[in-house]
């Protein structure tokens, strides 16, 4: 594990990167990690899980690194590099002015909306929603295909018809108007994120982060991690679902599970499990099972710890196993529910 203290100029840009997603939180996080190529998805992975603990001084300089750059990035979108060059020189001084302007490096090419195309679609949606059908076909124009297709689905059928037909017969449109539309939509953008930080990475962060995105894009990541790392790999797989969370499966789930456990795995597992757990199991059985259940773990009397877990790591396996036979679909962030 490595513990980053106050060394900016030392870090790589993928390290620079890991400690911003840490920063972040895994809600942000998980909505980078869409918009990134598996190879950066698995890089990125890796850092974050190596990281132990950031120092606070040196989280903020890397915040101040990313707002620099994005402020930039805002300028140069708007005027150029020199009017970007000028802006940032009486800002902060041309010494630092130049510092900003080479980590861009100088073939740098910022199209308009460059923020808005890394963003997501349903989240874009929510921001331009109710805009004049002339606004949103101008922002429509300067994003990804992929993104715009699903802006124009989520539109009424009378709205698709007019954007698409403003989209179709758009000209040129003046600096200034294109200007004034970027600004206000980056403005709603930046208004949405979480300024809250934290300085603890490691492999909770990375769980946390793979919590949140889909079942295929975990996957991705956890098949790479088992070829570059196994050890980290099984880590991470052991935290993502934990026996205590076996308390927030629906009754189906439980009763699809029961079959699958042994009663003697049961019996330990639930032993040295806390009562909402162990309530959650009995009242999916019958009557008479879970009477048997409960006679089965007074007998055992006292258990070793290590015995418990393994049986409780058993009993996450078959869940694991369910899940990915498609039996089982446990929910994720942004799902309501889990359903079988």
Do not use: C
Not at 3 to 26: C, D, E, H, N, Y
Not at 211 to 236: C, F, H, Y
Not at 273 to 298: C, Y
């Amino acid at each position: 594990m490595q513990q980053f203290r106050s060394r900016r100029g030392g870090l790589t840009g993928k390290q620079k990167a890991a400690i911003l997603m840490v920063t972040l939180g895994p809600e942000l996080s998980a909505n980078v990690y869409k918009h990134l190529r598996e190879e950066e998805i698995e890089d990125l992975t890796l850092e974050i899980a190596n990281i132990k603990k950031v120092e606070p001084q040196l989280r903020d300089e890397i915040l101040a690194e990313f707002k620099e750059i994005a402020k930039a990035q805002e300028y140069i979108a708007t005027g150029g590099i020199e009017y970007a060059r000028d802006l940032l020189e009486k800002a902060f001084g041309p010494v630092k002015a130049e510092e900003i302007i080479l980590r861009l490096t100088s073939s740098l090419q910022v199209r308009p909306f460059d923020f808005a195309r890394r963003a997501d679609p349903n989240q874009l949606f929510n921001f331009i929603q109710g805009e004049h059908p002339q606004t949103i076909s101008l922002i429509m124009a300067y994003l990804q295909p992929e993104q715009a297709a699903a802006i124009l689905s989520s539109l009424s059928p009378e709205e698709q018809v007019e954007v698409a037909k403003r989209l179709a017969t758009m000209e040129g449109t003046s600096p200034e108007v294109l200007s004034e539309v970027e600004s206000v939509l980056e403005k709603r953008l930046a208004s949405f994120i979480n300024q809250e930080s934290t300085s603890a990475g490691g492999i909770q962060a990375v769980v946390e982060i793979l919590n949140r995105v889909d079942r295929t894009t975990e996957k991705t990541i956890m098949d790479g991690l088992e070829t570059v790392d196994p050890e980290l790999a099984e880590s991470v797989r052991k935290r993502m679902f934990v026996f205590e969370d076996v308390a927030g499966l629906d009754d189906r789930a439980i009763q699809r599970i029961i079959r699958e456990v042994e009663s003697k795995d049961w019996a330990l597992a639930l032993k040295g499990s806390n009562e909402v757990v162990q309530q959650k199991i009995f009242k999916n059985m019958s009557q008479r099972a879970a009477s048997m259940l409960k006679e089965e773990i007074d007998y055992l009397g006292p258990v070793r710890l290590r015995d418990v877990e393994e049986a409780q790591q058993r009993i996450v396996a078959i869940i694991r196993k369910l899940e990915d036979a498609g039996e089982v679909v446990i929910s994720r962030g942004g799902e309501d529910e889990i359903i079988v």
